[in-house]
């Protein structure tokens, strides 16, 4: 059963950067069979994608964070990290890290193409943006 | 931005059926995923590929997709079935590969 913890500061000062690490256990990292992601939840507010990144360090962000974000992977400790870069009071919220299956498909135009989605999360960490 | 937007709030009483609607322009292209999340707890997929089960999901979870609108049941409400239900999915462009619904919070009375 594959398990993800997040683990980093709960506290950052405003423009500082956030760092947090995800550690992936009962798994390879390197597999080559997923990919791994970083989600967030503002108290009280629904889930924001962030960015994931593949085994060979092959990255994607959400466009509205991609100037800030920064997802690297260190194969050699089954872990994959976030920084965040120049943040806010809008960035404190609950910091989950997932696992994505690649998973590839024919869609209905004769396509293909992968499904997105997330079939294990870590149990989240706070962070706090405050002075 | 691409929107996939959700009923704020389904009540539901113990024994009935809970049907959580999620709309949005490219889920005729793009397959769905629901998550159930607890308080204070990590999301949990509970249906995926519109209407796959993961393992250890109960039968009473069931998801339907029709045009631009994709539909999580639960069949036979269970108290612990109490939780906010978010949909996700991506953008037919492939701008933002994972989209997520504005959440649905059922209430069993």
């Known amino acids: 059963q594959v398990q993800l913890q997040e683990s980093g500061p709960g506290l950052v000062k405003p423009s500082q950067t956030l760092s947090l690490t995800c550690t992936v256990s009962?798994?390879?990292?390197?597999?080559?069979?997923?990919?791994w992601s970083w989600i967030r939840q503002p108290a009280g507010k629904g889930l924001e994608w962030i960015g994931r990144?593949?085994?060979?360090?092959?990255?994607n962000y959400n466009p509205s964070l991609k100037s800030r974000v920064t997802i690297s992977v260190d194969t050699s400790k089954n872990q994959f990290s976030l920084k965040l870069s120049s943040v806010t009071a809008a960035d404190t919220a609950v910091y989950y890290c997932?696992?994505?299956?690649?998973?590839?498909?024919?869609?209905?135009?004769?396509?293909?193409?992968?499904?997105?989605?997330?079939?294990?999360w870590g149990q989240g960490t706070l962070v706090t943006v405050s002075s | 931005s691409y929107e996939l937007t959700q009923p704020p709030s389904v009540s539901v009483s113990p024994g009935q059926t809970a049907r959580i609607t999620c709309s949005g322009d490219?889920?005729?292209?793009?397959?769905a995923y629901w998550y159930q999340q607890k308080p204070g707890q990590a999301p949990v997929l509970v249906i995926y590929?519109?209407?796959e089960r993961p393992s250890g999901i109960p039968e009473r979870f069931s998801g339907s997709s029709s045009g631009t609108t994709v539909t999580l049941t639960i069949s036979g409400v269970q108290a612990e079935d109490e939780a906010d239900y978010y949909c996700?999915?991506?953008?037919?462009?492939?701008?933002?590969?994972?989209?997520f619904g504005t959440g649905t919070k059922v209430t069993v009375l």
């Open positions: 997932a696992r994505d299956p690649i998973d590839p498909y024919y869609d209905s135009s004769g396509y293909y193409t992968y499904s997105n989605y997330f079939d294990y």
């Open positions: 009962g798994g390879s990292i390197s597999s080559g069979s997923y990919y």
């Open positions: 990144i593949y085994t060979s360090g092959s990255t």
């Open positions: 490219a889920l005729p292209k793009q397959y």
């Open positions: 590929k519109d209407s």
């Open positions: 996700q999915s991506a953008d037919s462009s492939g701008t933002s590969l994972y989209v």
